[in-house]
């Protein structure tokens, strides 16, 4: 929220100053007009497009000297140091065409790093965006959940993807696996992912196609790419209805040094108070956080370095549907640690070179009613990649991996071989091809993996890609130890995509089909096996235009999906009961610059999941009502000598409406509870203070 604090402090600001006319022509090196060119000052939101013969014009508020920054997809950037004056001549622009590249989805965000993020068929978010997206409180998998090709499974705070299951989807941070990386809670209250938009500034989701790199996930990949040194040192307070939290960032004086803490705890007792909860909470949510950061350049590299410990204690009364609601008491209690160290180091022209070491610890003693369990996960991962050029515009990268798994059920033992690379076929083709390796020593078994796309650029506003791959994933680990006949699961994804970009304007529609085999199966009392199987096909399309209005940023999305799956316990082939067929969403935000204030709304909707009935003969065949949810945010600067304000204010399901997510029944089908909200409404008010230098220009480049 401190980035969030740091765009609101200028944009009250900006209008405290002159105004100078910037006028001028944007050129190709053949001295032809480039139409679209995104031309604005650095570190502003002051800026304006070219229009068809190249020419912009607009009004700054700045003085004295200035950076100017031009940006277009199918250009090198190009920047010009100039100082504002009165009678500003006209400006003349020259900026050269990139090589076809096969970055095919960025929405916004920066360049990613050697070996870590994957922008291929992937939604790029900022900051600001999660900031600013209503609904998600600050939370990025509630973000994604807006997103096409994700679903709303509003009972589990999992990322649901194109027919996947939330344990599909993987998470990494620079590059490094996170093993449980969302909060641990109590059953069916949706639990939010540990950590803060704040300290990333690449925020990648993959849903289906992504390159070999990435490994034992069957239906999509979150990559989280750490910031590098801040402008500036800064220190942030934040005062909620249910904690407080605080960190400072601090930058050494070369600027070759840099890292921060933050401390917060966490009560929601007093918040519940004043909040009704559906929820009889016997001890609401009770957390304390701890993250670190470092960071030094080398004499041609950087070392990176992210710490997180987390604990948290919550219990509720349970009702039991065996006894027809009468109630126990369930309790759950967590520590959480993560440990990300990479260091990339550039070894010549042509090369450059990843390593990384990620640690995971995980505890969680669980007691419900009279059942007691203890479970804990360690894991120790190694990751190398190499990557370069070995010729003119051909990429090429190989990279290893080792895990060292130990938990209640075992130890194991997985190691991982890939090689990727692009190359282009024709000026506006580009193959990307590779292949990856996986070994499990509790599985005795190995997997090859080939995956391959195609991109072609139509023109500077227009691309198509294919894209086909295998992807594999290990079994839960509660089966590996007793079942020995288990497998990889693998999944066959075949995608074709289109996008049109265009001044600050996207449009994006991707087709899919995903084939299942080898999933874990148990039916009708049978040991666990690996002859599961099942489909996804579907359609998703998005729309966002940051341009037509001036300060207003909105998106449309919509996807359709088709799945059935026989695995786990199902006797037949059957819609699962996490997807849903249709689901659109509308996501609007607004900039009132002078006022320093902030709006913004979204609505989601989505119709009915199948749930279980065991009193319908028909296996999964009931579905409950249509899903929707509107909500909606605001937030007020007030800026002080040494300081800067934010008050922000959000209502999340303003309508009250209490959805049905699925149902809990008793085994003879006599007595059912509902799964819903916890809450009718939720709201959020908080007081942000940030205190010292202002480093609002690092957070204004990541606008649309």
Known sequence: ?????????????????????????????????????????????????????????????????????????????????????????????????????????????????????DKKRAIILNTMDIDTTPGADGDIVSTLSVLPGAQQVGESGLLFVRGGSGEETKVLIDGLEVLNPFYSGVPDVAQRNRFSPHIFKGIIFNTGGYSPQYGNALSSVLSLETNDHPNKPSTVIAILPYGIQGGHDFLSKKETRSGGFDVGYFNFKPYHKLVKQHVEWLKPAESLILTGTFRQNTSKGMLKWYGYCNTMD???????????????????????????????????????????????????????????????????????????TPIDNWHTEVGTELFAYNGNYGNDYTTALWANASLPLQRKLYLQAGIRTEYSNQLHQADVLPRMALNYRTGKLHQLSVSAGLYSQKPTESFLPIYRDLAFAKSAHYIANYQYTYDRRIFRVEAYYKDYQRLLSYANG????????????????????????????????????????????YPIMAQPSFAMPHTAHIVAKYFFEQLGLFVGGSYSVSSGRAYENPNNSSFLSDRTPVYYNLNANIALLRKGKHTFNTVVFSVNNITGYEPIFSYRYSNDGSYRLPITLPYKRSFLVGWFISIGKDRSSEIIDQLP
């Open 1 to 117: 929220m401190k980035h969030f604090i740091a765009i609101l402090v200028y944009l009250y600001a900006a209008f405290a100053y002159g105004q100078t006319t910037l006028r001028g022509k944007v050129v190709d090196d053949h001295n032809k007009p480039i139409m679209g060119v995104n031309v604005f000052l650095q570190g502003t939101i002051e800026g304006a497009s070219t229009d068809e013969n190249g020419n912009f014009q607009f009004v700054s508020h700045q003085k004295g000297s200035v950076t100017l920054v031009c940006k277009h997809l199918a250009m090198n950037d190009a920047s010009k140091l100039i100082t504002l004056q009165d009678d500003m001549p006209a400006l003349h622009i020259t900026m050269t065409e990139k090589e076809a590249a096969l970055d095919e989805v960025i929405l916004t965000g920066r360049e990613s790093s050697l070996g870590i993020t």
């Open 314 to 388: 919550q219990a509720i009364n349970q009702p039991q549907v065996e006894l027809r609601g009468e109630k126990h008491p369930y309790e759950s209690k967590n520590v959480n640690a993560v440990s990300i160290l990479t260091y990339t180091q550039e070894l010549n022209t042509h090369w450059e070179l990843y390593t990384g070491y990620g640690f995971n610890y995980n505890r969680d003693k669980i007691t419900d009613w009279n059942n007691y369990e203890h479970k804990y996960a360690t894991q120790h991962q190694f990751r190398a990649v190499a990557a370069g």
């Open 526 to 569: 049978h040991l666990p096996t690996a002859s599961g199987r099942g489909y996804a096909k579907g359609i998703d399309i998005f729309w966002r235009d940051s341009k037509t209005l001036k300060d207003f940023d909105y998106w449309l999305s919509y996807s359709f999906l088709d799945t059935q799956r026989q695995f786990l316990h």
